[in-house]
T-cell receptor, first 112, second 114 residues
């Protein structure tokens, strides 16, 4: 049982490049979330999903897209990266019955 | 507008003493509150939680107090240990909201000196 894993751990992009961050969970959780953490800002919700095939916008969704084609995976895409998207990205999941959340180890993204 | 506020960016405490971290919230729909601990280069790890039907929850050295009328909660760590040095995030959720996402405060950096 690996919990929540994120790929990659680190990435450097140039402005305008695109990339996809992968989040995978093996706990059969319905709900999955993408957060970003910036210095002095705490964690802010980007997008979330309440089940396979569904996605919804969070607090800071602009510049990001997501997909939940399989229950265990939640992908976060950056179509045209901007320096403002330099951040640490955390994925989280939880089950419908439980109130316990599980966070991944994070992806550190730098956009130059 | 911030729904979850941690007004103290940092706190320094001596080993063995009590650490008190504070959190205020504005959304009266919040009914579940959590504290997370985060070390550098790691994801947040769950510490302790409290439901709005309670006013206190205790787990070992950690106790969370909830004052609903004041929309305030606090985390007490007794006794504090150097290994407790980390960033502590207060988070809240409301069952009525779709997906019940956690709303986080900005965090408080706790430094425990030996």
């Amino acid at each position: 049982n690996a919990g929540v894993t994120q790929t990659p751990k680190f990435r450097v992009l140039k402005t305008g490049q695109s990339m996809t961050l992968l989040c995978a969970q093996d706990m059969n959780h319905e709900y999955m979330y993408w957060y970003r953490q910036d210095p002095g800002m705490g964690l802010r919700l980007i997008h979330y999903s309440v089940g396979e095939g569904t996605t919804a916008k969070g607090e800071v969704p602009d510049g990001y897209n997501v997909s939940r084609l399989k229950k265990q995976n939640f992908l976060l895409g950056l179509e045209s990266a901007a320096p403002s998207q330099t951040s640490v990205y955390f994925c989280a999941s939880r089950g419908t019955a439980g109130s316990e959340w599980y966070f991944g180890p994070g992806t550190r993204l730098t956009v130059t | 507008d911030q729904q979850v506020k941690q007004n103290s960016p940092s706190l320094s405490v001596q080993e063995g003493r009590i650490s008190i971290l504070n959190c205020d919230y504005t959304n009266s729909m919040f009914d579940y509150f959590l504290w997370y601990k985060k070390y550098p280069a790691e994801g947040p790890t769950f510490l302790i939680s409290i439901s709005s039907i309670k006013d206190k929850n205790e787990d070992g050295r950690f106790t969370v107090f909830l004052n609903k009328s004041a929309k305030h909660l606090s985390l007490h760590i007794v006794p504090s240990q150097p290994g407790d040095s980390a960033v502590y995030f207060c988070a809240a959720s409301a069952k009525g909201q779709a997906g019940t996402a956690l709303i986080f405060g900005k965090g408080t950096t706790l430094s425990v000196s030996s």
